[in-house]
C-alpha cells in the first residue's frame, strides 16, 4: 500500500498527442482568477484568445478557496471559471492545490509544518509549509484530491491534470525521522546491513537499533556522507510518492486524461529519472536569466535534460516567464524579441507547448513583480503584443507537434552521483557537477549537435557518442553497459574525478577509475586539487598542428599511467611532479574507443578532445562553420531553428540555402540574425 492508502497499480502513458492533435503546439498559462474581481474574468478569457492562448493551468495555488475550513468545500467559483474556459475554447490543466496549505492545517495541526536541519519550525504565511512525511497532511492533501477529481474528472474543459507544485519540500521533523527508519528497514532489512553499508565503525557510529537513527540533522563537524545520500534519496522518494498519491486518486475518476507535475531541470533535491516513470508528461519550469549572456547555454542543456527524461518523446515547457521574475536578487526585464527566442530554443529541442507563469500579473503578495502575460498596464503593452505573436507563430509551427529530435549524442547524468559527488568531505567543492556537463556540452552546441541527457542505466543503443563529465558514482552494472558500448563500435568520454565510489559512496578501493580503469585503459594513484595552474600538452594528433599546442588545468589533475597497450596518451602534463604524465588518454576497445580526461581543461583543449571524439564517432555538424557564442541551432521535424540569444546582430555561415517556415522568406548560404531573432528554417529542394 503507499501512504494515501490506495494500492499502486500499473498505469499505462498518456501523452500529449491528446491535446496536440487539436491545440496544434501548446500555448498556456497559470491562470489565477481567485486573485481578480469575478466581472474581470471574461475580459480574461477574450484576451486569452487574443494571446493564442489554449491551454489554462487552475488552481495550483486555491486551496485556501477551495477548502476554507477543514471539510469545506467550496467550487462554485472554479465551477463558474471552468465554465467560462470551455465556451471560450480554451482547455484547462486542472492543478491538485496542495502544494501551499491553507493556515488551518498549521495552526490546527502543528506537526504537518517542515521543520529544517537545525531543529526549527518553517510556519505557514509563504508557501510549501508542509513535511511531506506528515500523515496528517497527506490526508488532507488526499482528501481535497478525490473532490476535486469526482466533481471535474468529466468536465469538459479538463483535459490534463496537474499534480502539486514543484515538489521538493524537506523536512527534518520526527514524523520524517520515523518514515526514514522505514525507508532504511525496506532498503537494508537488517541492522548489520546498514552499518555496513554506512561505514559506521568509522568514527564511533555504529548503530544498535533503528530508534536511535535520525535524519542528518546538524552536527558539530561532518555528517556521515553515506547518511546523507541516503536521506537525500528517501526525501526524493517522499514527494515522489506525494505525487503517486494524488495521481492514483485522480485516475481512479479520469482514466484517460494525462497527469504530470511540475519539474524544475536541474534541481538537486528530487531525482527526476524516478519522477519521469511516472508522469504521463514530462513538464518543466525553466526561467531564462537576462542578465546572464550564458543562461541559454544551461536552457538548452535543461531542454535536452527534458527529452532525456522523455526517452526522446515531446515535452512541455509548463513555466516560463514572459519577461522578468521576482526572485533573483537583481531582476532584469527580457529584451524585445527575448521571449520569442527562449520560447522556440524549448520547441526546438522537443517541447510540444510553452506556458507561462502567470497569466495576469498579480497585484499583490510575494509575487507581485513578477511578470505576466498582461502585465499590470495592461494589453496595449509590448508584453502582451509579444507573447499574442508568439501565439500566432506556434500555430504556423503546428505541423512539429508531436515530431522528434533525433539525437546521435547522449550525456549520462544521475542524481546519485550528483549528490555524492558533492559532499563537503570531498577534496574540493570548485570540481561542481553542472558545471563539468556545462563544459563538455558546449562544443556540442556550438556545432549544433543534436544531444539528450539520459542516465548511466539508458539504452545506449541509439547513440554513436556517449559523454560522462562526471560521474562520482557509477554502478557495476553500468559500467558493464558502457563496455559494451563501447565494444560494439561506440565512442566514449568521461570525465575527471569519476567512477570513484559505489552505490553507498564508498571509494572504491585500488587504483582509479575503479570499475572503468580496464576499460578506459589507466591506472590513478592520487587526485590532486591544483594550488596553481599546472601545464598539459597536447601532441599534435589532436592539436592538428606540428607543434604541440599547450593550455593549463587550473582546479584539477590527476597521477595516471597507462595501463594498456591499446591505450594512448593524447596529452601529458608539461610540469611539476606530473610531467610527462597522462592527462588526456584514448583506449581502444573492440569496434569502438574510450577516453579519459584526468583533468579540468580548458574549453579551447576541451574543444579538441570533443572534435576528435566526434571525428572517431563519425558525427559531423549540419552548418559550414561553428556558431557564434550567442547563437544556438538545434533541428527538429526537418526544420532547423536558428536562434540569436544577444542583442547585436550574428552572422551564420549555413552551407545550404534555405527558407523560413514562419515568414516564406528565403535564404543564401550566409545569413544574419537580427538581435533576438529567430529563423525556422527548410533547405531548398527539400
Sequence with gaps: MNNFGLSPTFIPKRGLDSLTETLGLIHGADYNPEQWPVESWPEDIR??????????????????????????????????????????????????????????????????????????????????????????????????????????????????????????????DDESALAFRAWLVRRYGSMEELNRAWGTSFWSQRYGSWDE?????????????????????????????LYRGERDIIRRYDPNSPITTNLMGFFRGADYFSFAKETDVVANDWYTDPADPNSHRLGSLTHDLCRGLSSGEPWLLIESATSAVNWREHNVAKEPGELRVDALSAIARGADGVCYFQFRQSSFGAERFHSGVV?????????????????????????????????????????????AAESPDTPTSRLEVLQQIQAYYAPLLRRGLAVEVVHPSADLGRFELVLAPSLFLLEQQNAEALGTFVQTGGHLVVGPFSAV????????????????????????????????????????????????????????????????????ALARFGEGRLKGKPAVVRNGKGEGSAWYVGADLPAEALDLVLAAALDSAGIASPLAAPLPEPVEAASRGGHLFLLNHSNLPQAVRLGWASVDLLTGAEHGQHLTLPPFGALVLKELGK
Design 47 to 172: 484576451l486569452m484568445q487574443q494571446a493564442g492562448i489554449n491551454l489554462a493551468t487552475v488552481g495550483v495555488f486555491s486551496w485556501a478557496m477551495l477548502e476554507p475550513t477543514e471539510g469545506a468545500r467550496n467550487f462554485g467559483w472554479l465551477d463558474n471559471v471552468l465554465d467560462l474556459l470551455h465556451d471560450g475554447g480554451i482547455r484547462v490543466c486542472l492543478a491538485t492545490p496542495t502544494a501551499s496549505p491553507p493556515p488551518w492545517l498549521g495552526h490546527d495541526y502543528p506537526t504537518t509544518l517542515p521543520v529544517d536541519a537545525d531543529g526549527h519550525t518553517l510556519w505557514y504565511g509563504s508557501r510549501n509549509q508542509f513535511s511531506p512525511s506528515s500523515a496528517r497532511y497527506r490526508r488532507a492533501a488526499a482528501a481535497i484530491t478525490e473532490s476535486l477529481a469526482e466533481r471535474y474528472a468529466n468536465h469538459p474543459a479538463v483535459a490534463m491534470w496537474h499534480v502539486g507544485n514543484e515538489l521538493g519540500q524537506i523536512s527534518y
Design 501 to 568: 565510489a559505489d552505490k553507498n559512496g564508498h571509494l572504491v578501493p585500488g587504483r582509479f577509475p575503479g570499475v572503468l580503469a580496464e576499460l578506459l585503459g589507466v591506472d590513478g594513484e592520487e587526485w590532486l586539487p591544483l594550488a596553481s595552474p599546472l601545464g598539459i600538452e597536447f601532441g599534435s594528433e589532436v592539436s592538428g598542428k606540428q607543434a604541440e599546442a599547450s593550455w593549463h588545468a587550473s582546479i584539477w589533475a590527476e597521477d595516471l599511467a597507462l595501463r594498456e597497450e591499446t591505450a594512448e
Design 213 to 241: 537513527i535520525m535524519p542528518p540533522r546538524r552536527a558539530p563537524y561532518l555528517v556521515n556522507p553515506s547518511q546523507t545520500l541516503d536521506f537525500q534519496r528517501f526525501t526524493s522518494d517522499q514527494l515522489l510518492s
Design 375 to 419: 502585465p499590470l498596464a495592461g494589453e496595449h503593452t509590448r508584453g502582451f503584443r509579444e507573447v499574442a505573436e508568439l501565439g500566432h507563430d506556434l500555430q504556423s509551427l503546428r505541423q512539429l507537434a508531436g515530431t522528434a529530435c533525433k539525437a546521435k549524442i547522449a550525456v549520462l547524468f544521475d542524481w546519485d552521483s550528483w549528490w
